[in-house]
């Protein structure tokens, strides 16, 4: 059995219009947030759960942590249905919602860490290992003294995830984590995820729209769009199976004045030409045999586009 | 298993320390209010040319009237103001991923914030009152604990009652209007700005069959005097009260959680 398991849920929210004497018609809309999505997450595993801003991901993340009910479907995790058991399941897991702190504000950060450890009942050995270990990475003792508001964001999302893993949980859900970050503490935060995921075997099912969080995080992702799950499975699969693009640049000895068919944005400047060709239409030895008949190739490179390209075309598509 | 719960009365005691650095003007305007009262009430008896008002003398009155306050500064917490902004914010995700019972947290969160209050802001101020004042000494140490317990069990009645009335307030969509109804009444029919024995029988008569007095009037009134039979009779009461909101703070607990679960955080 997975550590995960999630069969069908959908979630609906009904938006009541505002109570008010003056608005009698009382017609609720209605908004699929989740529209039965099922996936499996073993032991172990680090998912990357993307999906455009209002996707679902959020909705996921709470239905998976017991705050919400599924408006039908089943969830467990390790055994236990979150919802119906939600203090049991909280014992076993670490959430970071990246726009919402769980420190308290306007005390030092220790204090904060100091309650969870008595909340979570974390034994005193185990409380010191674990801030030993994080110390080792974040360097916390500078932060440890001060208030909660006067730390940066980055200061502050270190702070978050270390007091989501205070109590040694088997899960981790991260809801947006590097949201805002700048790219030098997100790539501390991304390794530090890595890091955590490899040595102390925690699962970690973090949401993001930021593409490079996942191509450096997971290897498999489950991408969603409108409550819908379009893709599961890993992201070389969804380089392979949503795009069969190559991004081609070539250096040659004479100025490139070829015309070359079925090549889509060809950006040519002198002797150097980048383009971008549909292997299904297209092959790279045409290319160049194309270009070779009347010119000499200095240098050639061909690049698989990033996954933000991918997504980019990808949602394209969808809406069309 | 203890030190779960005793966590949340500490995180709350720290931060209301972290909140309340006016603590000083607090607990210089629960003395003032403590004097004025006792004034006031001094000079009613003097012009009233009456040493005995009700079956009250003029020490047991404003013996009453130190303690009330005193009381109700460390009871009047804002509960219902808190929760409703946790719901409205969203705050309340924070809480839910923690594995404690939610009702328990915000009622252990505000026992934080009112010892708080009981230990830097009242207390100095009782002190002093009772240097000003002729204040009764409880009869035995029996009333000392008597008391102890029948306030004790105010909080609770207080608590379960504020959280009931934020979340009622949270389905009316208006916890600060309702907030300023549930102080009203409690102003007038607890006892914490005049002694109920004050009020004209029959107006106590109808009072007396109220929640309200079980706050402040039990307490003290157990206090200045009653003998053991009515002491029970007293707590009897109060702990009917107390089983009663605690289970309207169930029922509407569940339907608030109904609400999360359903219409999100
Ligand atoms: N509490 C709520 N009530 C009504 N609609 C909501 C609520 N929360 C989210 N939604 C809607 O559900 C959809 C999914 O939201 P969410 O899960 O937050 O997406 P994401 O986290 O991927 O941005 C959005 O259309 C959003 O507007
Ligand atoms: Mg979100």
């Known amino acids: 059995m997975s550590l995960i398991e999630v069969k069908n849920i959908t979630k609906v929210y009904k938006i009541k219009p505002s109570k008010n004497i003056f608005s009698l018609n009382k017609s609720a809309t209605k908004v699929n947030a989740v529209d039965d999505i099922s996936f499996k997450i073993n032991r172990g595993e680090i998912i990357g759960y993307i999906g455009k801003n209002g996707a679902g991901k959020s909705t996921t993340i709470k239905i998976l942590s017991g705050i919400l009910l599924p408006t039908s479907g089943v969830v467990t995790v390790d055994g236990i249905v979150p919802y119906k058991n939600r203090i049991k399941n909280a014992r076993k897991i670490g959430v970071v919602f990246g726009q919402r702190s769980q420190l308290y504000w306007d005390l030092p950060v220790i204090d904060s860490f100091c309650f969870l450890r008595k909340l979570y009942q974390v034994d005193h050995d185990t409380y010191q290992q674990n801030m030993n270990y994080f110390d080792e990475f974040f360097s916390l003792q500078d932060l440890l003294d001060r208030p909660v508001r006067k730390l940066s964001l980055g200061q502050r999302m270190k702070c978050d995830l270390c007091a989501a893993l205070l109590h040694s949980p088997e899960i981790l859900y991260l809801d947006e984590p590097t949201i805002g970050l700048d790219i030098l503490t997100k790539n501390n935060v991304r390794e530090f995820i890595k890091k955590i995921n490899q040595e102390k075997k925690i699962t970690v099912m973090l949401t993001t729209h930021d593409i490079e969080d996942i191509e450096h995080l997971s290897s498999r992702i489950i991408l969603i769009d409108q409550g819908k799950k379009m893709y599961d499975g890993p992201i070389t699969g969804i380089q392979k199976h949503l795009t069969r693009k190559r991004l081609i640049k070539v250096v040659t000895e004479k100025p490139f004045t070829q015309v070359l068919e079925n090549i889509e944005q060809p950006n040519i400047k002198e002797c150097h030409a980048n383009f971008v060709i549909d292997l299904d239409q297209n092959s790279i030895p045409n290319v160049i045999n194309a270009i070779s008949g009347s010119n000499v190739i200095k240098d050639i490179t061909v690049q698989e586009p990033n996954l933000e390209q991918i997504l980019f075309h990808y949602y394209q598509q969808i809406e069309k | ?265």
């Not at chain 2, 009330?68 to 914010?89: C, M, P, Y």
């Not at chain 2, 009622?107 to 009981?118: A, K, R, T, V």
């Not at chain 2, 009652?161 to 029919?189: C, D, P, R």
């Open chain 2, 1 to 265: 298993m203890f030190g779960k719960y005793f966590s949340v009365l500490e995180i709350g005691y720290r931060q209301s320390v972290a909140y309340k650095g006016d603590f000083i003007i607090g607990s210089i305007s629960t003395l003032f209010r403590m004097m004025i009262l006792a004034y006031i009430w001094t000079a009613v008896y003097q012009n009233a040319n009456t040493t005995v008002i009700n079956g009250r003398g003029l020490i047991e009155t404003i013996t009453y009237i130190i303690l009330a306050q005193l009381i109700w500064s460390v009871l009047n917490t804002n509960l219902e103001v808190l929760l409703g902004f946790k719901i409205k914010k969203g705050e309340i995700t924070r809480d839910l991923i923690k594995p404690i019972n939610f009702p328990l947290l915000i009622f252990l969160d505000n026992l934080g914030f009112s010892l708080f209050i009981l230990l830097v802001q009242t207390m100095p101020a009782f002190v002093i009152a009772c240097f000003m004042f002729d204040i009764q000494t409880p009869a035995s140490i029996l009333h000392i604990l008597f008391t102890l317990l029948s306030i004790i069990l105010a909080f609770f009645i207080y608590a379960s009652f504020s959280f009931t009335i934020g979340i009622i307030g949270f389905w009316a969509q208006n916890v600060w209007g309702i907030s300023l109804l549930k102080k009203l009444i409690f102003n007038t029919f607890s006892g914490s700005l005049v002694p109920l024995f004050l009020y004209p029988p029959m107006i106590q008569k109808w009072i007396y069959l109220l929640p309200f007095k079980e706050i402040i009037n039990t307490p003290l009134v157990i206090y200045l005097d009653a003998d053991l039979q009515m002491i029970l009779s007293l707590l009897g009461r109060q702990l009917f009260w107390a089983v009663t909101f605690f289970i309207l703070s169930q029922i509407s607990w569940m339907y608030l959680k109904r609400k999360i679960e359903i219409l999100g955080g």
